[in-house]
């Protein structure tokens, strides 16, 4: 055998190896050491923060946030980098100023932020009544007292509330507001020290018909104080948004599967986030992982059976709008039935174990966990099946297609309090987290898309119905006009 066949057989035979299952070990090692070594994501995400700032769908920066992901992408040399682009409603904050007067004083301005889907131009005065943590008994307790005043509620629920009360989101706080007559919404933030909070205080993700916004928590407390007292609170809000149609892309790239090419394990985060801060955390973290999972495995040229999509999605904070359109154009083109499994990483930080949205998964994502675990021993590997929603795995999910990610992700109680705050910046950023992220997922994702079988089928509607169902779902996606049955 002459040098160059000898080559050519070596190569033979670490190409046929790579395809085995039983090798994936061998792999997973190699990605853990590129991973540990040469992992971007997290000056990636610094430099962005950086150059970009916040990464709001259909705005400027978001286009920059697109273009960032594909050029890094591209560089990493993927298989096929494209954009997706789609159309769909946004709405964008301009302008508000929020003033108080008491009694017959003289009106004063509060620190205050738009909450999403707020009618396009508000000038408006009224009486404020408190309403409690919002909820229907809050309500009920006196069916006439918000009719035409601005509502004063607490985003979550007061310490004298009923016992077991439970806590509704902001827009069924405002929702309710609304079918109770109210012609305005102050809703004040749970996390101390003026930290502001933004996001949709839509159900339906149509625009509401009064402006809803939120205040720091002491300015809040100090309203409600005031309340008590005998003089009226007056409320003056004007407040321009913009909402119209915006056009944003998905970023798609891919690893192509060697054997199985056509069935595809897409691996998914959000890369738009809220304007108040640069989103950090949320998706920063999550968006900026999937980027070096994508860096890792192509460096490595890894070539599983199946094929590797890894999206970055725009869109999600307004309502899933690119996942959505994803979905969509996957049916239309009928590329849906090769989706295998979804994978979603949004703010998922240090996971130390994996989870999928059904028991049929658990035996495959315990076997991949306990190879990473050989590796790792601080991989816990607690498996766990269960579905949520609200982000983009939710429109594959209600298609039936198994979705799962990373599982026992940890967050500090810090970090949690600027979820949509004006205090979602990179400092908050765990260095060490973000790797973790990668590495595990990384092995997972070629795990999925190497696997002999893949024993989780797509479900059909009715049992997709029964893991709604199963999982307490239905109410809430009733609420958002996602109850399809
Ligand atoms: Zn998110």
Redesign the pocket.
């Known amino acids: 055998m002459n040098k160059f066949a000898l080559a050519l057989a070596i190569l033979f035979c670490l190409k046929v190896t790579a395809q085995t299952p039983e090798n994936s070990k061998e792999i997973f090692n190699l990605i853990n050491q590129d991973v540990l070594h040469n992992t971007e994501a997290y000056n990636n995400l610094k430099n962005a923060t950086e150059q970009i700032g916040h990464r709001l769908t259909g705005s400027e920066n978001g286009q920059k946030a697109e273009q960032y992901a594909y050029d890094l992408l591209q560089s990493y040399g993927l298989d096929e980098v494209t954009f997706q682009p789609f159309m769909a409603d946004s709405w964008s904050r301009e302008s508000l100023r929020f003033k108080i007067k008491k009694g017959s004083g003289d009106f004063e301005e509060i620190k205050a932020v738009s909450l999403a889907h707020s009618p396009e131009k508000v000038s408006l005065t009224g009486d404020i009544v408190d309403m409690g943590s919002g909820t229907e008994a809050d309500y009920l307790a006196d069916v006439e007292k918000a009719k035409d005043k601005i509502v004063l509620a607490y985003l979550g629920v007061l310490p004298d509330a009923k016992e077991g009360t439970k806590n509704l989101h902001r827009s069924e706080k405002t929702a309710l507001a609304i079918k109770y007559g109210a012609k305005g919404v102050i809703l004040y933030n749970t996390v101390p020290g003026g930290v502001l909070l933004t996001g949709t205080a839509s159900v339906t993700g149509s625009l509401i018909p009064i402006p809803a916004i939120c205040i720091g928590l002491e300015d809040g407390l100090a309203l409600k104080e005031n309340l008590v007292g005998k003089d009226q609170l007056t409320a003056a809000i004007d407040m321009t948004n913009h909402a119209g149609k915006i056009t944003a892309r998905n970023v798609v790239a891919r690893i192509k599967g060697d054997g199985l090419p056509d069935e595809k394990i897409v691996i998914g985060g959000?890369l738009d986030?809220w304007d108040l801060a640069t989103?950090a955390i949320?998706?920063g973290i999550?968006s900026f992982a999937v980027i070096d999972m994508a860096r890792t495995l192509k460096k490595l040229d890894v070539r599983p059976k199946r094929t590797i999509e890894f999206v970055l999605f725009m869109g999600?904070?307004e309502g899933l709008l690119g996942s959505k359109a994803y979905v969509e154009r996957a049916i239309a083109d009928k590329s849906i039935d090769h989706i295998k499994y979804m994978l979603n990483y949004?703010?998922t930080n240090d996971p130390k174990s994996f989870q999928a949205s059904t028991e049929e998964s658990r035996a495959l994502f315990e076997s991949i966990g306990a190879e990473v675990k050989s590796i790792d021993t601080t991989f816990k590997n607690n498996f766990e099946a269960r579905a949520g929603l609200?982000?983009d795995h939710q429109p594959f999910m209600l298609e039936g297609i198994p979705t799962g990610g990373g599982g026992d992700s940890y967050l500090s109680k810090d970090v949690l309090n600027c979820y949509h705050a004006d205090c979602d910046s990179f400092d908050l950023v765990d260095k060490n987290g973000i790797k973790n992220t990668v590495r595990f997922n990384a092995m997972l994702a070629f795990g999925l898309a190497n696997a002999g079988k893949i024993t989780a089928k797509k479900l059909s509607d009715e049992e997709v119905k029964d893991l709604m169902i199963k999982n307490n779902l239905e109410e809430a996606l009733r609420i958002s006009g996602d109850w399809k049955w």
């Open positions: 959000h986030s989103g949320d998706n999550g999600e904070e949004d703010m609200h982000s």
